[in-house]
T-cell receptor, first 113, second 113 residues
């Protein structure tokens, strides 16, 4: 019940295309859903995050879509660029009560120029 | 602010050797964590601390020890290295809780022969 399932494992997208990464969770108590971006040789860094009271959050070319009833959320990267090539992790947590963040397995994105 | 720093960046050990991975943060965060990253397995929590003098086990604690004598530092000790501990290790900190945004260090790549 604590797992976060992420797909696909890897993704190749043409420059200018849309990259879509999906995650699913089971614990309905989760109330914070961040996405982390990790470039090779670096640590993960927060990219964008959403709370379950909204269905979508957009920051520039990055959008999180959230479906509470299906217990799914996804990251959309519009107009994908070679500089977006990185590993992306979805995560879920409960902000109060000392709950630890649960990470998905990660998606390696490669954007072809 | 340097954020979260980790040393060394890369280390080779022989089976049975011990070593300490260093982690420090200058953001005055109470919460600190150690993760290991393995291909296809995402980020798995090893140990964490909710404040100076307080530590607890995460998902994969066996073979590792931690201590937290100051708010800034959170070293991870490998007691007797095994090839299964070959991984990339990330230290992270967060301000208000383990479920909040995690700020990651650049990582230590460890190879155990």
């Amino acid at each position: 019940q604590q797992q976060v399932k992420q797909s696909p494992q890897s993704l190749i997208v043409q420059k200018g295309g849309i990259s879509i990464i999906n995650c699913a969770y089971e614990n309905t108590a989760f109330d914070y859903f961040p996405w982390y971006q990790q470039f090779p040789g670096k640590g993960p860094a927060l990219l964008i995050a959403i709370r379950p009271d909204v269905s979508e959050k957009k920051e520039g070319r990055f959008t999180i879509s959230f479906n509470k009833s299906a217990k799914q959320f996804s990251l959309h990267i519009m107009d994908s660029q070679p500089g977006d090539s990185a590993t992306y992790f979805c995560a879920a947590s409960i902000l109060s009560g000392g709950f630890k963040t649960i990470f998905g397995a990660g998606t390696r994105l490669f954007v072809k120029a | 602010n340097a954020g979260v720093t980790q040393t060394p960046k890369f280390q080779v050990l022989k089976t049975g050797q011990s070593m300490t991975l260093q982690c420090a943060q200058d953001m005055n965060h109470e919460y600190m964590s150690w993760y290991r990253q393995d291909p296809g397995m995402g980020l798995r929590l090893i140990h964490y601390s909710v404040g100076a003098g307080i530590t607890d086990q995460g998902e994969v604690p066996n073979g590792y020890n931690v201590s937290r004598s100051t708010t800034e530092d959170f070293p991870l000790r490998l007691l007797s290295a095994a090839p299964s501990q070959t991984s990339v290790y990330f230290c992270a900190s967060s301000f208000k809780g383990l479920g909040e945004t995690q700020y990651f260090g650049p990582g230590t790549r460890l190879l155990v022969l």
